[in-house]
């Protein structure tokens, strides 16, 4: 009797250390939120516009799972997929199971990013990641001041970074995730490298599956470029970029399920998103499932420069032998890239009972 008198006044003890924390947490995101409001005199701030194009490694930034694309990447509050090592490492706890997700990303102009990721379940409440991240230009013609109709020869912009994912559930309402990447970017001769940090929290309700994310992305030194070619030195001295940031993101959103039944469910999200270096953005989502195994998806950006349209996506779901198989589909479009689309593919092992929306 007494040592589960002790065991109950021990979770006690963790359950309330924990809803604490939660507390602190949730006080510091309204501060830093009422600060950036206040300190732009607006709700929606253009003024960061001044700053973009400050930061390297921008490859960073962009989605490559296709449900956060055709959500308008509101998607850091949401349950956990086979991509979460990208927008959230902390849901990487709701996938129940050994995973592999793969995904590319078709820009115009030839531009292509993928993505892979290996996540790994190591006991009940604790998982890893090991992903890969990749942007390749193609190629393209290289041309100097002095032969600005080409020189002859070929070029191209290859961009990675390697990522390693830790996330556990504290308790089964608050779970921690982290990534460590390794990034690279590769520009004809030049070399520009860094190390980046991804922190993530989501906390859960039970009313009406109601959970909140708070994300850090892409923390980390500065970085130079460097590279053996100038074209205003002829004798071949070594060139040495000034300091660029990472591509630092501060992101906040909530998610819900207003609607369900035994056929058909809705979750809805929106997500303020605060980069370094650009203006703060909004951003809205809505997922429509139809007996898990099909799903339609919708978002939209709200003060994004150069994006106009909604973002759109469908998902399948069946179960093969017991392993989960998702197919996803994504569509969105800028002024500066025109339409672009995604598709990939999830796999997970062993688990029929789950309910992954990936």
Not at 18 to 30: E, G, N, P, S
Not at 40 to 52: E, F, K, M, P, W
Not at 108 to 125: D, H, M, P, V, W
Request: with cysteine.
């Amino acid at each position: 009797m007494i040592n589960v008198y002790c065991k109950m006044s021990k979770s006690l003890s963790q359950i309330y250390f924990f809803k604490r924390m939660v507390l602190i947490i949730c006080v510091f995101i309204m501060s830093y939120t009422l600060h950036i409001m206040h300190s732009d005199a607006q709700l929606i701030s253009n003024l960061g516009g001044q700053r973009a194009g400050i930061s390297a490694f921008s490859f960073l930034k962009s989605d490559i799972s296709p449900r956060a694309i055709a959500m308008g990447g509101a998607i850091t509050n949401m349950k956990g997929d086979g991509y979460s090592s990208q927008w959230n490492p902390a849901t990487l706890t709701d996938l129940g199971s050994h995973n592999f997700a793969f995904s590319t990303r078709m820009y115009a102009l030839g531009i292509n990013q993928s993505f892979a990721a290996a996540n790994i379940k190591l006991r009940e409440n604790d998982y890893m990641a090991v992903s890969i991240n990749n942007l390749n230009s193609g190629n393209m013609e290289q041309r100097t001041e002095f032969q600005p109709y080409g020189t002859g020869q070929l070029f191209g912009l290859n961009s990675m970074g390697l990522g390693i994912s830790y996330a556990k559930a504290l308790t089964y309402k608050f779970s921690i995730g982290a990534s460590v990447k390794y990034v690279r970017e590769d520009i004809d001769r030049f070399i520009s490298q860094t190390v980046a940090v991804d922190v993530g929290f989501i906390y859960k309700t039970d009313f009406k599956d109601l959970r909140f994310g708070v994300m850090l992305q892409n923390f980390g030194p500065n970085a130079k470029a460097t590279g053996n070619y100038d074209p205003f030195n002829f004798a071949g001295k070594r060139f040495t970029s000034s300091d660029y940031p990472t591509p630092t993101v501060f992101k906040f959103g909530a998610s819900m399920v207003p609607f369900r039944n035994e056929r058909h469910s809705l979750a809805v999200s929106a997500e303020l998103n605060h980069p370094g270096d650009n203006a703060t953005n909004i951003r809205f989502g809505a997922e429509y499932n139809f007996l898990e195994i099909l799903y339609l998806r919708a978002g939209y950006w709200l003060n994004v420069p150069g994006v106009t349209l909604p973002t759109a996506g469908l998902g399948v779901r069946t179960v093969i032998s017991n392993q989960i198989i998702h197919l996803n589909y994504a569509v969105a479009s800028t002024n500066a890239l025109g339409t672009n689309h995604n598709i990939g593919l999830s796999v997970t092992i062993n688990n029929p009972k789950q309910e992954s929306t990936e």
